[in-house]
């Protein structure tokens, strides 16, 4: 064990400890895994506030009543893998973080044997329709029918329906996955984005669909290349 990972109780206790005191935070929320270093915080919050030196920095203390931890079970995929930045799979709700359309290419990648559980936990969906739903998305996977409705719930719980509309039309057209639900054909006729006027030389791309890709990609995202090969061919 580094001394890092062995320090890091004390660290994030002394933390709450200063936030406890100066700001009155008397509850800290984490996952499952931060059990130990929110015990480790509500030790040291109660031994400090009772033997600080300083009256006045005691009275502070007293005065915010107790320490509460509250832990929650971790989000983790079917391959019991959780959520994070550790892990490599963090989600970002701040757009300045991650785009919409980052946000919505994420559960769009859902893997199908977690894309029923995220569904109950992050749509407000009746879980009878996402029984159907998955059913639906089962007898063909390769449309992840189920995936495009999760992306878009989730993108509009977060950043709101103007914004869903424009990463799932944005996704179907540079990535060409073709078809049309009532849903997309909905945005065409209200004129958000169409097949006919699909974004041509002047389009702002995403930063995903630019790091480390071919350029062949670039251009049959950009929409001046049918195909990524007519790309490469045309360089």
Known sequence: MSYAEFSYPLMQAWDWWYMFHTKGINMQIGGSDQYGNIT??????KYIKAHHPNPVTR???MAVGHPWGFTTPLLTTASGQK???SAGNAVWLDI???SSYDLHGFFLRTPDADVSKYLKLFTFMPVEQIETLVNEHM???SQRKAQ????REFVELVHGPHEAKESETQHRLLHNSGGSTPETDTDAKAGITTMNNRPQVNIQLPRSLIYQKSIGKILHAAGIADSASQGHRLV
């Open 59 to 61: 009275n502070e203390a």
């Open 148 to 151: 495009h409705k999760l992306a």
């Open 96 to 98: 300045e973080q991650m």
């Open 139 to 141: 007898q063909s996977p």
């Open 40 to 45: 480790a915080g509500i030790d040291a919050i």
């Open 83 to 85: 959520f994070g930045k």
